[in-house]
């Protein structure tokens, strides 16, 4: 176990603080690994983008490199910027810059999940760990590095247990004790409660708490083209899976609250599957296959029901979003910066 104290920046530039227009969203964009150019956009309503928050915002400062993930609590936005070692904190009116939690050196934050108002947790993919962060009062507060699994990836808070995404980085470390597993941590103690399993390239963990239900993404090998990725559903009072559906490479996976009801971003486009009917619908149909049209992210906006696809283009150049309605209506599409990855709002 590590403890080390977060310092932020004592002062932050002098920054304009012109609101940014309610009821949008904020997408983080990766940039290209070791360019330091991840920037933070933010899509209104109406479709206009503000393609880089933090610089336009902020003078003289950038996000940084490489942009992974996003927690927007209160009004405070939380930025995983993974290469750098940070978190970046934003005001989510503003996006004035609040401060920063700096990591020790070769930790990598990487996806981030609240707990509660105080507490939240991201993977270190780098270093097969997860971190307790103080998100109220991050200024003074340290956090905790605890083990887990070969290359964490995505992590969700179900009650009292932490769900960990260990996806072993595909073929390169599939053959590590514990790759291919969903770690589940006790919240009071970070201690190892049991595993999940035979998910091999698992992704995410996304939970549903008010239906009591666990999602889990993984993604087929690549030393294996021909099998599928998938989607399972996971009973949490028995940690077993009580529902598997197969996909092509799915990329992403959202819920949407009211209803239940999974979108499930994937190889041949997007599909929204119904656990209480079993109903799986094509919402809209994309390939991605050609590099030049690359559907690589999926968010909800809760505000207005709407599914934002990040569209990374060929990786190289700017991308956009395109907002969905849960038909498969395009409502706008918006430019944004390189390899929109994560949404918050």
Known sequence: ??????????????????????????????????????????????????????????????????????????????????????????????????????????????????????????????QDAIAEVRIKGYARDPYLVFPVGPAPEGLCVYGDRIYVANSGLGDLRKNESGSGTVSILDTRDLRLIRRINGLSNVMSCVADSARGRIWITYRNLASQPDSLGGVVLIDPATDSIIDHQRYASPKGLVIDPQTGVVYILHRDGIDAFDPRSQARTRVISHSSTNGNDVWYSLGWWKSQRALPVGNARTYVTDGEVIALDLNGTVRFKAGVGLNPAAFGD
């Open 1 to 126: 176990m590590v403890c080390v104290r977060c310092v932020p920046v004592p002062t932050a530039p002098d920054t304009p603080n012109t609101p940014l227009t309610n009821g949008g969203f904020f997408v983080v964009c990766e940039g290209l690994w070791r360019q330091d150019n991840a920037t933070l956009s933010y899509v209104t309503p109406s479709g206009n983008a503000e393609r880089d928050v933090v610089s336009s915002r902020n003078a003289g400062l950038r996000l940084g490199d490489t942009g992974s993930d996003i927690l927007v609590q209160g009004d405070s936005v939380f930025v995983c910027v993974s290469t750098s070692g940070t978190i970046e904190i934003f005001h989510r009116v503003t996006g004035n810059w609040q401060g920063r939690i700096r990591f020790m050196e070769g930790q990598e934050p990487y996806r981030i999940v609240r707990a509660n108002d105080s507490i939240a947790y991201c993977s270190i993919l780098n």
